[in-house]
């Protein structure tokens, strides 16, 4: 069950309106099919995103993949504990951030993402 | 589950972590039958086997095993292998699955040149191979044979039952644990492993696939044919001068390998750790200045010692240990450190067995 509160992309990151700003992450279908995370890398706070842009890398132990912005928009921070505890993609995948984002008022954008059942429907 | 050289066979159980963890310090277990065998017999058999491989038999005795290779004539690598004497003139080769009928094409295009009184024939169908790994492993298998595994020496094998099924049980592993490798007739593999899984429950025996078996190995530096060394790498490039018998007499690729080790080589592989926070990987270039002189050959964040760690072919001037290196990774540089092999070793158990 994926929750219904965050919007989706087809390369399996999540999305989640917090005030002004969005978090994104990786979905629990992601963090199943790379197995043990290992390492993420992040950008720099300030920098700014296109959607569907490359915005860090995951690594697994066995694989390495890119990440990619939901949404337009700059970095106005990254989760700090990641770079320790990179374990917390698996365990809590869908409550473990990576990006903090301020959209670039294309609404958009957002709007077009999947929800819940639509993501569902697209892992199955 | 991945194709590996024809065979299905699960990248992961659990995951590569418990799975690694488990065999450090409990015991896991590997469906390894994709391994090849080729059994060498006959009154030439040792001169063949000395022939083709660069270790030396005059040191392996009846039940034990030799890890050697099959070596080119310029002593780069056919295959690694493990020899298995079962008789002064019978011997088993394990050798890589992916490897399996090239081997034996060059082995019997080697010996059709030479002649002698030698069958070879491709035993791969007749052994299902199972490993069980780990430091609890021995109390394990000790449920399931009277064979006394006490008396089976590192790198040594005997006959016997396991779970009522006759096979071969030798002490050997790729995972730098204490462990044993079970051949087994293919029909009676699934009541081994069956057996083996309910025996280790009382120590948490997991499964573990073909990630496991990758990040284990590398951690005890063992090498993978075909990754870390190939037709293109000497033995002695590939930091295996010890698996060369230099005492014996000719065999494929002598005259290159003793004259690299009189002169020296112009590149080695080494092991490296990750200074900065980045995981090289397999391909992944070694740079001096802007120029790539040398390229990793396995790389991975190790479970067990939690580091970011790997095998990287490096000129020879760069192959000290403490050497600084630097490493392209996916278009960041990052630094690295030649370091001493192996990366991880089992600690010595209380009671010598």
Redesign the interface.
């Known amino acids: 069950m994926y929750p219904t509160d965050l919007k989706y992309t087809k390369d399996h990151e999540w999305l989640r309106q917090d005030g002004e700003h969005v978090l994104v992450g990786i979905t629990d279908f992601a963090q199943r099919q790379l197995g043990d995370v290992v390492f993420v890398e992040l950008p720099e706070v300030g920098r700014q995103v296109k959607q569907h842009e490359v915005f860090g890398t995951i690594e697994s132990v066995k694989a390495v993949s890119e990440l990619f912005s939901p949404v337009s928009g700059e970095v106005v921070a990254v989760n700090p504990s990641l770079a320790s505890h990179p374990e917390a993609i698996n365990q809590q995948p869908h409550e473990t951030w990576m990006i903090r984002l301020r959209p670039t008022a294309e609404s958009a954008e957002i709007g077009a993402l999947l929800d819940s059942s639509a993501y569902e429907t697209l892992t199955r | 589950m991945v194709d590996f050289s024809g065979w299905e066979m699960p ?2 159980y659990s ?4 799975e690694h963890m488990a065999v450090r310090t409990r015991a896991g277990m590997f469906d390894v039958s994709h391994m090849g065998e080729i059994e060498v017999a006959g009154w030439d058999a040792v001169a063949a086997v000395q022939w083709l491989s660069c270790n030396d038999l005059n040191k392996l005795s009846v039940g034990q095993i030799q890890y050697s290779a099959l070596t080119t004539d310029t002593g780069t690598f056919v295959d690694d292998i493990l020899v298995y004497r079962f008789a002064e003139d019978h011997f088993l080769l394990v050798v890589n699955a992916a490897n399996t009928d090239k081997d034996l094409s060059w082995i019997r295009s080697q010996l059709a040149a030479v002649g002698g009184d030698v069958s070879v024939v491709n035993a791969s169908a007749r052994y299902a191979l199972i490993a069980v790994q780990g430091p609890r492993s021995p109390e394990v298998l000790r449920e399931l044979t009277t064979v006394d595994l006490d008396a089976i020496k590192y790198y040594w094998f005997a006959h016997g039952e396991v779970a009522g099924v006759r096979g071969i049980i030798s002490r050997t592993g790729y995972t730098g644990e204490d462990g044993f490798e079970l051949f087994v007739p293919p029909a009676m593999a699934a009541r081994v492993w069956d057996a083996v899984m309910q025996a280790g429950r009382a120590v948490d025996l997991k499964p573990c696939g073909l ?1 496991a078996r990758d ?1 284990l190995r590398l951690e005890a530096g063992m090498r993978l044919c075909g990754s870390d060394m190939d037709e293109t790498t000497s033995v002695l490039e590939a930091g295996l001068g010890w698996i060369v018998g230099w005492k014996k007499d000719d065999f494929l690729g002598a005259g290159v390998l003793r004259a690299q080790k009189a002169q020296g080589i112009g590149r080695k592989l080494v092991g490296f750790e990750m200074v900065d ?3 090289a ?1 397999h391909g992944h270039a070694v740079l001096r200045g802007d120029d790539r002189c040398g390229v990793v050959t396995s790389g ?2 190790t ?1 067990f010692l939690k580091k ?1 760690i790997g095998l990287a072919m490096v000129p020879a001037e760069l192959s000290a240990i403490g050497t600084p290196i630097e490493i392209d990774v ?1 278009g960041r540089r990052a630094r690295a450190q030649v370091v001493a092999e192996p990366f991880y070793r089992r600690p010595k158990p209380a009671s010598t067995s």
Do not use: F, L, Y
């Not at chain 2, 995951?15 to 418990?18: A, R, S, V, W």
């Open positions: 990248v992961e995951g590569i972590t418990d990630g990040t926070r980045a995981i990987r991975t964040q479970p970011a996916r």
